[in-house]
């Protein structure tokens, strides 16, 4: 099940932010650049109409042929990537944005380069920034979300995920080279589907992939914003720290 699961998140055909973008918003503006070090390709901060309201929107970019995929490094942001991010937040705080985030990553990118420009600070700086929001956030799982990279755009007030989608502390493979078990028994292990994440409560809506999938998933996103923007800013951020305790409160 799980090997079926990953041909679909990991092919070609799969669905992209850029397209879930370009069907929810109109005049969508693209910021670029950390105003440090760089501008990294492999995520989209920028901001558009959505339902007659501006929503910072932060995308993922996975890639679907080889070369996008090696200019994307894959989908695993750097640190420029996760400080462009909050470039982004910044400006959602500002003028009172709704931020959605479209996640289909392997991580954070987790090489030498990525080390020495401070990758671990930059996860943890967006991770604090997310919590602490006063705006309504929402993240979207498209395909896979694992580690720290992946939590960073999730500390969120509500948790969508397609229903071939993953969240995870670590890959699949990582989780069996650490267990040395079968890769149908991971998810009996360490909960990371869609429908086991509904289960426990950390995700709060899994969406069908049938057709009609951009449709799917505008009315989603529209209904959840629009319960959202009821909260007052205590709420907002109260409720973001207390989704993840109930979680771990289940394993204690």
Not at 20 to 38: E, K, M, P, S, Y
Not at 98 to 119: H, S, W
Request: charged share 20%; glycine share 8%; with cysteine.
């Amino acid at each position: 099940m799980l090997e079926e699961q990953l041909k679909k998140i990991r092919g070609a055909q799969r669905i992209s932010a850029a397209e879930v973008i370009d069907h929810l918003t109109t005049d969508f503006f693209t910021i670029h650049g950390d105003r440090l070090q760089a501008d990294d390709p492999a995520v989209t901060v920028g901001y558009g109409r959505f339902k007659q309201q501006t929503v910072l929107f932060v995308g993922v970019n996975r890639g679907a042929t080889l070369k996008q995929r090696l200019d994307y490094h894959f989908g695993a942001l750097s640190p420029a990537g996760y400080r462009k991010v909050s470039r982004g937040l910044v400006q959602a705080e500002k003028f009172g944005w709704p931020v959605i985030t479209l996640i289909n990553m392997p991580g954070a990118a987790a090489d030498v380069a990525a080390e020495l420009n401070g990758q671990s600070q930059a996860l943890a700086a967006t991770i604090s920034q997310m919590g602490r929001l006063t705006v309504p956030n929402i993240a979207l799982f498209l395909g896979e979300g694992e580690s720290g990279g992946a939590l960073a755009l999730a500390n969120c007030n509500r948790i969508l995920m397609l229903e071939n989608s993953l969240y995870s502390v670590a890959s699949p493979e990582a989780v069996q080279a650490i267990l040395k078990g079968e890769p149908q028994e991971l998810t009996q292990y360490l909960p990371m589907t869609a429908d086991q994440l509904v289960k426990l409560g950390l995700v709060d809506q899994m969406i069908s992939e049938a057709e009609q999938l951009l449709p799917r998933i505008e009315h989603a996103l529209q209904q959840q914003l629009k319960e959202l923007q009821t909260w007052s800013v205590a709420q907002l951020q109260q409720q973001r720290t207390e989704k993840y305790l109930a979680v771990l409160a289940q394993f204690n």
